[in-house]
């Protein structure tokens, strides 16, 4: 028989989230939101006055699964001074290694995978009822259902296309803890824009490891070009963002629509990787240097003002500092608006784990600092291209910096500061640069 519970039953009623990694884990912790208000909890800002608090972590580099236990370190005491409150770990790293989270950390009271975040308010049930050690990870599945989200914002949205990844790059630990990539059915894609959009939504993003790839484990014709072009027909959406393209499926015809579409932002966030063609090959990204300038030259050829970004990772098994220059040169030819830059991080699993870790750390550090400030130096250059024009802004809030500011983002990402009131949050408005910086940029609002 169990115990009698010292869990909280039902007074207070509070969920704390914390979120880490990608946009697909915000939208976890919004689908997180939707199950366990059906349940009768509600979000709350406040973690110490939460009666459960989830982490929703990340995998993709080992410091971000460090960061877990550092962090779960710091809520020990915490739960020992309120036992009745609950702490759960979900999310990639609870997927990697839910049962290592347990041991290690025999006070969270709930572990659970990417693939069953429907079932929370059951654990939390079975865990109220005085169950321990709950551990609950599927190994691959499906568990999406687009109208079951409590959306955090009321202008725009992420809605998932398609979920896991089937490329396998060597390095990278995502097709392991996210399972297959499964695309989300076209017509409940469309149903679901179109209510949001009817409810006030203006922007959309579609996440998908590879959203390139839409389709291809679908019983119908259809590909991302398709999708896209029907997602662009809804009336009332303004603007239509996706994420990740993977260069190796980047099709002409889906440059001509993203040409064709106001509605669709002329910003194409494409991972280079590497730029040398054997660290691309051992990396498995199945294409070369050529093949990606190719690509970016048919994007620049036909849509001029469009912004390119990317990730890069310095320090890959057996990369030399020739291979290393070859990035250097790539990201000199291609000229991105902004990179994300990673040092090498072994996952455990990973084909590149069973490779030597030739490149030291200091070296890593060393050649990623180099790629930063070349980098850095393009980002200032490209957006001083931007420099007096008028832009359009989606008014995202106040700035987290400056509260007499607001805060937007151009079509092609970027941070916009400038005066206005706070009646223009969830608005587009046009706004004139004034000033250029390395990440971010100064306008003024035009009447
Ligand atoms: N699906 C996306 C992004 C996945 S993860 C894509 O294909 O681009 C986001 C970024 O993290 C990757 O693009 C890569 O640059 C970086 N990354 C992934 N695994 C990594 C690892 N083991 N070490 C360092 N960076 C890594
Ligand atoms: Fe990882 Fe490659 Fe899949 Fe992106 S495409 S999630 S980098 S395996
Ligand atoms: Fe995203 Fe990190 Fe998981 S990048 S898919 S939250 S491993």
Known sequence: MLGESKINKNLAKKVYIETFGCQMNEHDTERMLYHLEEVGYSPSEKRDEADIIIINTCAVREKAANRLFGHLGNLKPIKEANPGMLICVGGCTAQNIGAEIQKKCPFVDIVFGTHNISELPGLIDQRIKGEKGICSIINDGFDYDLDKVKRISSFQALVPIATGCNNFCSYCIVPYVRGREKSIDPESIIKSIKEIVSGGVIEVTLLGQNVNSYGKDLDKDINFSNLLESVSDIIGLKRIRFMTSHPKDCSLDLVRIIKERDNIVKHFHLPLQAGSNRILEKMNRKYSREQYLDIIDNIRNSISNSTITSDIIVGFPGEERKDFEDTLDMVRKVRFGRAFTF?????????????????????????????????????????????????????????????????????????????????LIGKIVSVRIVHVRTFHMMGELMS
């Open 343 to 423: 040092m090498y991080s072994p996952r455990e699993g990973t084909d590149a784990s069973k490779m030597e870790d030739t490149v030291s750390l200091e070296v890593k550090k060393k050649w990623f600092s180099e790629l930063l400030q070349v980098q850095n130096q393009i980002s200032l250059e490209e957006n001083e291209k931007f420099s007096g024009m008028k832009v359009e802004v989606l008014v995202e809030g106040k700035s987290h910096k400056d509260d007499k500011l607001l805060e937007g983002r151009m079509e092609n990402n970027i941070v916009i500061n400038f005066e206005g009131s706070a009646g």
